[in-house]
């Protein structure tokens, strides 16, 4: 076991833990973007950064191994600065209208996205993207993009070794992509969609999902949320259903499921048409 | 073989020309791919042989640039299937780099990089850019090239002619302190002929290798660590102490890699160390591989260095075939062999473990650290990572011995240092003082100030601007860091009163903004917000308190929460300019 301090708490966690699990044992909210348990820490978005005594900068708490003896402070006015232009960066170049995480802690950390558009004369660089709707299943809106890696590595070594997208381009201009932005069903994409599992924007989102908020139907507030069992084959990926008026709107799957760790197939995550198919009777 | 060898790896219908194919089967022979279909039920492949090649995805991708001008999605798609690596993957692989692109041209000429970095900027880079453009040429604009004493500085990446700098043609390079005693790390500079492996054995050459090969691993580390030696590129870490923990590390293949991707505007030692004393630097890693344990030494060259790059893999072939490498290198006992990468314009490749990825076949992004190269270095193995001046410092340490070297410079930053000066000064070059030497001194030494000093770029663009009242300041680790500024890697860019800085600080500041990787958010969005205050100070002639403000917001955020030292030094520059006033008429 490791014994390490974190906001003047000591607090006990097992060998190969980081400081984030140490945060959480401590009961310290942390927020995080590019990080999962379910997929590799990247540590690439910084918001969940905090002060470690002996350290030069502040560390990445989702990836840093904990150790014996560290002291750390999640909540010094280091962190909180940091954390509050990390999401201010985000919001000041990203739509993150519907990351209803990341608004809970813009408004927690104080931080004010407008105001470099504000003293520019709103001339600032920004995602600019157009929503690629390529296919009936789901759509990329790469404005609301972060890129916290997330998709990339659901897509790659953590889940679905398909490795049909990566980031391409380089700094601000850094995308999500397939090979030469070729669309989706050109691509290695085998839709199983467990990109859209883990992206934390919305910025992938079912087609049904995207039609329904086109048309200003989506009510997240009236859907039901059943859990059943896939029944295309014998493994047993547990599935939920997202339900709004008496439809499949979209269909997910629990993270802490010991089968697929929230990840599906085609068929679990799109094939539920048949459901809705007022001809069955 | 007919169709994928793999029918898991899915590629588009894009087929490459002949001229591609051919082009990437120099660097990735039919039998060196990643599958091998010899028969139907006899297929050489796997994870492992395909893990083993992705290093030759920055080559090959090399190889199509040159072929073509760009690398096409046929192209992609042959390399993709060659080294069994994703499309998506290769593509951001490519788009990476400021010398590939993934657009047709649509002309079959070559392309002249002209440099819009400060000692160029002020010397008239952009008159030169329009003349060159006049001419018919296509011309692009580029970051720092590494030419600082001769700007405007210009490349030209080759369409059916090999790439070259201009400059090279006419140049008998003349080390302006040659023959000065005094010297150390440069004494070979202008004296020896680069090209000869005798030369270089007639002025010390490898003297200092068998010295090594008598004292043993555990005394050339002993001798670094009693020297003091500390790193050249910026970082300043103990040398002895980086090379005593790999030399500790038992079990795993180990790596020396030169860094010498020196790509820090207003730096150019380690281009005029390589192209004038190749050997030198192939000695000096051969030491280091004795003395650690390593048997691969990796030379990550950048791309815009034709001479050096040419220069070295000469050398490499020389001492290869004279057994100074190989499997008992220069009768060592010792196995080491060294590979030459070329860079292909990414200034973050630089960071050491950017510079793994890239040589790996990945995007150049920087790893969090820990763990530190020591232990997870190149290919996750133990690695020795320095760069050429450092490694240079070696044979001296090892011949005179720690005291001697000691003798010179100060007790916390002993030795000499290579300067890099340029900008307003009589005579621009590469200086070798002892550390300690003050601002003012080293100034004269470069023929000193063209007209009346307005301020010094030290360290770089990554350091920050000093003003004439500095000009005690003794160039030492520990003044520099007293004073708020930074040696970093040896920049002395002088500019006179006659400059105005706000254009020369907003190129640094959209150098930064160009040069991020892009993975993490405060150096991704940080970097492009900090420009476009600079912008807008430009635009204005000065800053609302409340922009000043964010200035410096975005600054402690880059500097406390980025990953790599880029974000961390990302605002330097900028904010010490507003501090002394040089832009903004004053804060």
Known sequence: ?281 | MQGPAVVDLHVTVDQASDAERAAVDVVVPPDQAAVIVETERLVRGGTARRRERRHLLLPALHALQAEIGWISPGGLNYVAERLQVPPAEAYGVATFYELFRVDDPGHDQSVTHVCVDAACQIAGADARFGELRAEGRHVHRSPCLGQCERAPASFVQGRGEPDHVPADEHEVFQHRQAGDPELRISRRLGVVDPTSLESYRDHGGYEALAAAVEMGPDAIIAALSESGLSGRGGAAFPTGVKWRAVADQQGRPKHVVANCDESEPGTFKDRVLMENDPFALIEAMTIAGFATGASSGWIYIRGEYPRATARLRHAIVEARAAGLLGPDAAGSGHRFDVELRRGAGAYICGEETALFNSIEGFRGEPRNKPPFPTTHGLFGEPTVVNNPETLLNVAPILLDGPEVYRSRGTEQSPGTRLFCLSGSVGAPGVYEVALGTSLGDLLELAGGVTGTLQTVLLGGAAGSFVGPHQLDLPLTLEDTRAAGTTLGSGVVMAFDDSIDMTPVVVRIAEFFRDESCGQCVPCRVGTVRQHEVVVQLQRQGSLAPDRLDLIDDMARAMADASICGLGHTASGAVRSALQLGLIGGGS
């Open chain 1, 1 to 281: 076991m490791i014994r390490l301090t974190v906001d003047g708490s000591e607090v006990e966690v097992h060998d190969g833990a980081t400081i984030l699990d140490a945060c959480n044992a401590s009961a310290v909210e942390t927020p995080t973007i590019c990080y999962a348990d379910t997929l590799t820490p990247v540590n690439v978005c910084r918001v969940c950064v905090v002060e470690l005594e002996g350290s030069r900068t502040l560390v990445p708490s989702c990836s840093r191994p904990a150790e014996d003896g560290m002291v750390v402070q999640t909540d010094s006015e280091r962190v909180r600065h940091s954390r509050k232009m990390v999401l201010e960066f985000l919001g000041s170049g990203v739509d993150l209208s519907q990351a209803d995480e990341l608004q809970r802690w813009i408004a927690h950390y104080g931080a004010d996205p407008d105001r470099y558009a504000a003293g520019a004369d709103g001339k600032i660089e920004r995602m600019d993207e157009e929503v690629r709707v390529q296919d009936e299943l789901y759509i990329r809106d790469y404005d609301k993009c972060v890129l916290c890696y997330k998709c990339v590595e659901a897509c790659g070594d953590d889940a679905q070794h398909t490795y049909a997208i990566a980031v391409a381009g380089r700094g601000h201009g850094a995308r999500i992509s397939t090979e030469f932005d070729v669309t989706l069903p050109d691509s290695a994409c085998v839709y199983c969609g467990n990109c859209i599992a883990v992206c934390p924007t919305n910025a992938l989102q079912f087609k049904s999902e995207f039609d329904l908020r086109a048309a200003g139907q989506w009510r997240p507030e009236d859907q039901t949320i059943t859990r059943t069992v896939c029944s295309y084959c014998g493994v047993g990926c547990n599935l939920e259903l997202h339900v709004q008026d008496n439809e499949i709107v979209k269909c997910t799957s629990p993270d802490d499921h010991s089968v697929t760790r929230g990840n599906l197939c085609i068929k679990g995550r799109f094939g539920y048409q048949y459901v809705n198919a007022r001809d069955r009777e």
